[in-house]
């Protein structure tokens, strides 16, 4: 079993969609979660980071951790074609190395 | 958000050659950079930690005398490939370890751009 499990869709939905992208992990020494975004050929970006369980919004994004199911997710208000991209979820190790999901390509079409 | 450079963006060697990619972290200093390697629609699997002042920790099945990694400042990781094949032609990332500090509780991992290997 994979430490963090992710979706790798596709996941085609349209302009102005409400977009959640979900992810589980099973070590449950997992503190800290990231999403990162990453547009073709380029090195991902980090978009928010999560510490336990709750939410965080920033903008039209809202990360949120359920540390009691062990599960991760990102939602995207409004989405936009420019939000077509690969979302990757992380969760930091007491080394701090990411341990990534596979990724979930999202297409948001006009 | 912090900003980390890779040069070059993209290489094209022979086989048999070595090929050396720098990771620059431009506006704060970083202890720790790490090296990943991205297959096409894959997700990004750790080569080595690399620690300044000290040798690299590779992660297993990692050849360390094959990707030589140099930490040699604050700011700057070196990634050597040597004596590539056309199998190493990939696409590999570093990131560079920010400490917490201010309103940003956790250490993060800033990613620079990448640098996309093709070995004929």
């Known amino acids: 079993q994979k430490e963090v499990e992710q979706d790798p869709g596709p996941l085609s939905v349209p302009e102005g969609a409400i977009v959640s992208l979900n992810c589980t992990y099973s070590?449950?020494?997992?503190?800290?979660f990231m999403w990162y975004r990453q547009y073709s050929r380029k090195g991902p970006e980090l978009l928010m980071y999560?510490?336990?369980?709750g939410n965080k919004e920033d903008g039209r994004f809202t990360a949120q951790v359920d540390k009691s199911s062990k599960y991760i997710s990102l939602f995207i208000r409004d989405s936009q074609p420019s939000d077509s991209a690969t979302y990757l979820c992380a969760s930091m190790d007491s080394s701090y190395k990411l341990i990534f999901g596979s990724g979930t390509r999202l297409l948001v079409r006009p | 958000g912090a900003v980390v450079s890779q040069h070059p963006s993209r290489v094209i060697c022979k086989s048999g050659t070595s090929v050396k990619i720098e990771c620059r972290s431009l506006?704060?200093?970083?202890?720790?950079m790490f090296w990943y390697r991205q297959f096409p629609k894959k997700s990004l699997m750790l080569m080595a930690t690399s620690n300044e002042g000290s040798k690299a920790t590779y992660e297993q099945g990692v050849e360390k005398d094959k990707f030589l990694i140099n930490h040699a400042s604050l700011t700057l990781s070196t990634l050597t490939v040597t004596s590539a094949h056309p199998e190493d032609s990939s696409f590999y990332i570093c990131?560079?370890?920010?400490?917490?500090?201010?309103?940003?509780?956790?250490?993060?991992?800033?990613f620079g751009p990448g640098t996309r290997l093709t070995v004929l």
């Open positions: 990131s560079a370890r920010r400490w917490a500090s201010g309103r940003i509780r956790t250490d993060t991992q800033y």
């Open positions: 506006d704060f200093q970083a202890t720790t």
């Open positions: 070590n449950s020494a997992f503190q800290y």
């Open positions: 999560t510490y336990s369980s």
